[in-house]
């Protein structure tokens, strides 16, 4: 089996600060996601890539950027941390996509002060 | 475009009981249709997944059946555990239009008690 380890558990930053995200898989897949976690939104997707160097925007990408220097590890910047961004982001990766089973890490906690 | 719902934030229910979570949802294409489930401080992880009409799919205890008639995939168990307790999403991968995405709905929180 496998394992996505994402990278801090918990990140606090200042309002307008740019952090960064990590999330590496030892899957060998091809797909990977970066979902946000709000209470009572579901899940939103934020950027997904199917390969490395590749980057699909999906619904939620603006102010935030993203990273798939390495088939293993996709990143998330929040360009400019805002008080309502204040949630949980989850990385995923799945075999290529569509009806394949996504995996999730545990996620990291934002806290902007 | 494509859309999940999930009627309900919350459900509590005795344990024992029937457990049902409901969600619809809208593609104008082909379509796999999941459910995930994420305990506390967990991961979420897949539960049950299906593409097949009027199919029954049933995992650790809980079932669905796809109904393209209706849009619908509810979940379903016969009787409720203290263990059930968790975060359940539906969701749905269209075959034709968003490709790679997964669309989730808004998640039902599942609270079994004594």
């Known amino acids: 089996g496998g394992i996505i380890t994402q990278t801090p558990k918990f990140l606090i930053g200042q309002e307008g600060q740019k952090l960064t995200l990590k999330c590496q898989q030892n899957?060998?897949?091809?797909?990977m996601y970066w979902y946000r976690q709000d209470s009572g939104k579901g899940l939103r997707l934020i950027y997904y890539s199917i390969t490395e160097n590749d980057l699909q925007k999906g619904d939620l990408s603006e102010g935030y950027d993203a990273s798939r220097e390495k088939k293993s590890s996709f990143s998330l910047t929040v360009t400019s941390a805002q008080k309502n961004e204040m949630a949980v982001f989850l990385c995923?990766?799945?075999?290529?996509?569509?009806?394949?089973?996504?995996?999730f890490g545990s996620g990291t906690r934002l806290t902007v002060l | 475009g494509d859309s999940v719902t999930q009627t309900e934030g919350l459900v509590t229910l005795t344990e024992g009981l029937p457990v049902m979570l409901n969600c619809t949802y809208q593609t104008a294409y082909s379509t796999f249709l999941f459910w995930y489930v994420q305990h506390l401080n967990e991961a979420p992880k897949l539960l049950l997944k299906?593409?097949?009409?009027?199919k029954r799919t049933e995992h650790q205890g809980f079932h669905a059946t796809l109904h393209k008639s209706s849009s619908s995939f509810h979940l379903q168990k016969s009787s409720a555990q203290l263990s059930d307790s968790a975060l359940y999403y539906c969701?749905?991968?269209?075959?034709?239009?968003?490709?790679?995405?997964?669309?989730f709905g808004t998640g039902t929180l599942l609270s079994v008690k004594p």
């Open positions: 995923a990766s799945s075999i290529w996509g569509g009806a394949e089973t996504l995996y």
């Open positions: 969701a749905l991968s269209d075959l034709g239009g968003s490709g790679n995405k997964l669309i």
């Open positions: 899957f060998n897949h091809d797909t």
């Open positions: 299906s593409s097949t009409d009027n």
